[in-house]
């Protein structure tokens, strides 16, 4: 073990090592798979490397998160949120920026949205005061929302998190709605097909 170690150390010192460290800081990506991708990207001409660092920089500095919502957007404000075309009254409440994406492709929603930035996950240390709580409070009297729609993914995180939105909304006396099951348990909404989450977003029932 410490004589592989040492092999690992010898052999990815510096830029390696650093690229290496780096990408295996991203969600999802073990050292192997970091690994991986490093050589790959070694493999890569000057111009596609470019490429690739230029993207990460102009969404660093061109993009930030919408001041009402918290999708992502170019100005203070995302193109939903500056659409009136939208129904103030419907709010979609999401995980993630990319389930705005699943849910707009199904058609059946014109309401406005609100990006939660995570899901309650105490193994992750994550509770409601690092997710967007506070805000989506803030939002639901100045907008006369009316119906609450918890779109928080079908896994165990989601359901935590749509749980207790729900018992945290109830008193205030808005209608809460959880989307139908029958999407893939476990899964995220981005995986659904456009056809199965526009029925369980129809399908939504009240939460009691
Ligand atoms: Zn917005």
């Known amino acids: 073990m410490a004589a592989s170690a ?3 150390v010898e052999v990815y010192a510096g830029p390696v090592q650093d690229l290496i460290d780096e990408l295996g800081r991203m969600p999802g990506v073990g050292p192997k798979s970091a690994q991986r991708i490093a050589f790959h990207l070694l493999k890569l001409s000057r111009d596609d490397a470019v490429r690739l660092a230029t993207a990460i920089v102009e969404v660093k ?3 930030a998160f919408c001041e009402r919502c918290w999708n992502v957007a170019e100005g203070p404000r995302c193109g939903i949120c500056l659409d009136d075309r939208r129904d103030a009254h419907l709010l979609c409440v999401v995980e993630e920026p ?3 994406v699943a849910v707009e492709k199904t058609h059946e929603f014109r309401g406005r949205y609100h990006v939660l930035q995570g899901a309650i996950s105490p193994i992750e240390g994550i509770g409601p005061d690092q997710l967007k709580v506070k805000e989506l409070l803030g939002r639901l009297e100045p907008e006369g929302v009316t119906e609450v729609i918890l779109c928080t993914n079908p896994n165990i995180e989601g359901e935590a998190t749509a749980m207790y939105l729900a018992r945290l909304l109830k008193p205030l006396g808005i209608k809460i ?4 099951s029958g999407l893939p348990v476990g899964g995220d909404l981005e995986y659904a097909d456009e056809l199965t989450l526009g029925r369980a977003l129809e399908g939504r ?4």
């Open 205 to 208: 029932r009240e939460v009691d």
């Open 177 to 180: 709605t959880r989307i139908a």
């Open 61 to 63: 500095d061109k993009v």
């Open 6 to 8: 040492v092999c690992w």
């Open 98 to 100: 990319r389930d705005i």
